[in-house]
């Protein structure tokens, strides 16, 4: 098992930039795949971004590709997301979220088994 907590969200104006960050503790990070999801008022769970657990091959929403970036620190266990040219459309709760690294499915919410509590993230026009 892993435990996740998020931190790093906060209002910022249209343009700036956020680094979120997700601290793990339990099992060690590289048994795991790691993702960030967001969800906004009345919206679903989305998927925004992944990364292996090697470090390697980070996968991105259209919607944020060339704006966010999602690395890890395994000696750490620590998962980030820079956010960069941020728009009011990306305002949501972020959630970190964890899955076994043997699975391949990197989209649906379900594919994950441990959740961190969400970090706010408020972009205002």
């Known amino acids: 098992q892993v435990q996740l907590v998020e931190s790093g969200g906060r209002l910022v104006q249209a343009g700036g930039s956020l680094r979120l960050s997700c601290a793990g503790s339990?099992?060690?990070?590289?048994?795991?795949?790691m993702a960030w999801f967001r969800q906004a008022p009345g919206k679903e769970r989305e998927f925004v971004a992944q990364?292996?657990?090697?470090?390697?091959?980070?996968d991105y929403a259209d919607s944020v590709k060339g704006r966010f970036s999602i690395s890890r620190n395994n000696a750490k266990n620590l998962l980030y997301l820079q956010m960069n040219s941020l728009k009011p459309v990306d305002t949501a709760v972020y959630y970190c979220?964890?899955?076994?690294?043997?699975?391949?499915?990197?989209?649906?919410?379900?594919?994950?088994?441990?959740w961190g509590q969400g970090t706010q993230v408020t972009v205002s026009s």
């Open positions: 990364i292996v657990f090697s470090g390697g091959s980070p």
């Open positions: 979220a964890a899955q076994s690294r043997y699975k391949l499915e990197i989209i649906h919410p379900s594919a994950y088994e441990y």
């Open positions: 339990g099992r060690a990070f590289t048994h795991y795949n």
